[in-house]
């Protein structure tokens, strides 16, 4: 199998427990996401991710994921929880996006053909844009993939990160044919909504690094 220049980039989100947490940057995990949307079972209070924070410390990055939040929720998170990166998964304005003064993600729900560049071209300031399913209640962890040929060719700016019904089984094929920055996985490594399976995140770590480095 092809491998990238560059291994790819891994991060493991929704995250609830910091034992979890840990365990994956420990296994070799990039970063770690924690999600601020009450909808989701996947929900963290401050209190809690705060804790996970702690835990992953300096050992990976920690990614907060919101979907249109009031502005004043995501303060109040910055100031109790420590977060390197922002991922909005909504309906956020670029200028919304960028006024927290820290690093974004911006989430493009995959639907049908020719809608990306546009909707992209809306998020030059992002520092990334991830590549979700669609779906028309959900706003993530949907456990589908979306039609990775929609994403082949992709020419950004930003680094294009991948999500969306990715799990060991299919990661390394998802790597060969979108070549993202990064890797985004959620439910492809539960055993339960955001109880994680250390054996599951083991073998998608495993299979991120042997098919791109």
Not at 79 to 106: M, T
Request: hydrophobic share 40%; glycine share 10%; proline share 5%.
């Amino acid at each position: 199998m092809m491998k990238t220049e560059r291994r790819t980039f891994i991060k493991i989100c929704g995250m609830t427990q910091d034992s979890d947490a840990l365990a994956a940057v420990e296994m070799g995990a990039d970063a770690i996401g924690m999600v601020f949307y009450e909808p989701s079972p996947r929900c963290v209070d401050n209190e809690q991710a705060a804790r996970i924070a702690g835990a992953v410390g300096d050992k990976g990055l920690k990614v907060g994921l919101f979907v249109d939040a009031p502005e004043s929720q995501v303060r109040e998170v910055l100031e109790n929880v420590p977060l390197d990166i922002l991922q909005f998964h909504g309906e956020e304005s670029q200028e919304y996006c960028a006024g927290y003064g820290r690093p974004y993600w911006k989430t493009i729900r995959v639907r049908e053909p020719g809608q990306l560049d546009a909707q992209i071209a809306q998020y030059e300031g992002a520092s990334g844009i991830l590549l979700d399913t669609w779906h028309p209640t959900q706003a993530g962890g949907t456990g589908k993939a979306f039609d990775w040929s929609l994403a082949e060719g992709l020419t950004l700016q930003q680094p294009l990160i991948m999500a969306g019904g990715l799990t060991p089984q299919n990661v390394a094929d998802a790597i060969e044919h979108v070549r993202p920055w990064a890797v985004d996985v959620a439910s492809g490594v539960e055993e339960s909504p955001g109880i994680k399976s250390e054996t599951l995140m083991q073998q998608f770590i495993e299979e991120v690094y042997r098919v791109s480095t």
